[in-house]
């Protein structure tokens, strides 16, 4: 619960603009009538120091869309391959120069 609680603090200073630290999270939760421990502020406020929040959410799922841009990518590129080495075999069975018929 206390991570949760830390969680909904954080978002609310971010969306006022505010800078997310340990006092300000553990205010917050007490103005919920949430106990929080100290630590789990703490710990929140360390690992969003410097960071837009705001970014952060809006490119949520940025990463998890890319990944299959990259498999068709790569899928595209052997299909090229394939080819490629399809039209070598061709042009050398045509000049006679087949190493394996």
Known sequence: ??????????????????????????????????EVQP???SLFAKFLEG?????????VGSGAAAAPAAAGAAAASEEAAAEEEAEESESDSDMGFDLFG
């Open 39 to 41: 630590i789990w502020a």
């Open 1 to 34: 619960m206390s991570e949760l609680a830390c969680v909904y603090a954080a978002l609310a200073l971010a969306d006022a603009g505010v800078e997310i630290t340990a006092d300000k999270l553990v205010a917050m939760t007490k103005a919920a009538n949430v």
């Open 51 to 59: 960071k837009d929040v705001m970014d952060m959410l809006s490119n």
